[in-house]
């Protein structure tokens, strides 16, 4: 079995580390990551410039490009054949609700499904980031797991690991995606040159935290998995809309 692995820490985040580390140990891995933080960068490609590839002294490769540009040039140009999983983190902090719009752990394993392939992504939820030993073997566990079924279809899975020792784990819960309230207002500062700038800012708190969401297994120690799909077409409104546009 090929696990291509990636992320959107940056090829030198821990997390990548410890995930390629335990990965190792079950199947060949080939790593692929951006060559610094891109936090955020969600589903976007890189169109107006050229990727440049480099191999780093622990042989993780790295691209100066997004986290599904990663996995794109992997899969599409880069290896010799079509990896069996790709799986993505372990992210620094929680990517539940409406996180997954905007991650690109997220964004590298979408990418993945959506060439074929079977996909995780993984993140690690808390504030210290001390375990990512427990994401790891989440994660081996999850791969074993799923890698003796046979599949229909490619599937993507979002993971969300409290960051406690694995013994303090409180099972696995099959969960939906639960909801933030909006975000924070930006942040007005100033630059050195005295200019005006913004920061983003915080993600809201839990608003749909209920049983059966990412946020309420989360909170109860329990790692949290949810299946998703990237079908956006809202089906409820189809007839909504040919209506108004037969009336004109």
């Known amino acids: ?45 890189t169109l107006d410039r ?16 997004t986290p599904t ?16 999983m790709v799986v993505s983190g372990i992210n620094d902090g929680a990517n539940m609700g409406d996180d997954t719009i905007y991650s690109g752990t997220v964004a590298a394993a979408t ?3 959506l060439l074929g392939i079977p996909s995780i992504a993984v993140s690690l939820v ?5 375990n990512y030993e427990t994401a790891a073997k989440v994660t081996a566990g999850l791969v074993q797991r799923f890698a003796k ?17 694995h013994d303090q784990l409180q099972g696995l819960s099959v969960t939906r995606l639960g ?8 942040v007005k500062a100033s630059n050195p040159h005295g200019e005006t700038v913004y920061w983003v800012g915080a993600a809201g708190k839990a608003q749909d935290a209920g049983e059966g969401t990412d946020f309420h297994a989360v909170s109860r120690q329990q790692v949290s998995l949810t299946p998703l799909q990237m079908d956006l077409t809202q089906y409820s409104q189809l007839e909504a809309v040919r209506g108004w546009l037969a009336q004109e």
């Open 179 to 186: 909801k933030r309230h909006k975000a924070e207002p930006v």
């Open 1 to 45: 079995m090929l696990i291509l692995i990636s992320n959107d820490d940056g090829y030198f985040a821990p997390g990548l580390a410890c995930l390629a580390e335990h990965l190792a140990k079950i199947a060949d891995v080939v790593v692929v990551a951006p060559e610094r933080d891109r936090s955020g960068a969600s589903n976007s490609l």
């Open 126 to 130: 808390g504030k210290e980031f001390l």
């Open 50 to 65: 050229p990727l440049k590839l480099r191999r780093a002294a622990n042989g993780f490769y790295y691209v100066n490009g």
């Open 69 to 84: 540009d990663c996995v794109h040039m992997a899969v599409t140009g880069m290896l010799d054949r079509q990896p069996d």
């Open 111 to 113: 990418e993945g499904f």
């Open 149 to 165: 079924r046979i599949h229909s279809h490619p599937w993507l899975f979002n993971v969300n690991v409290p960051d406690v020792l």
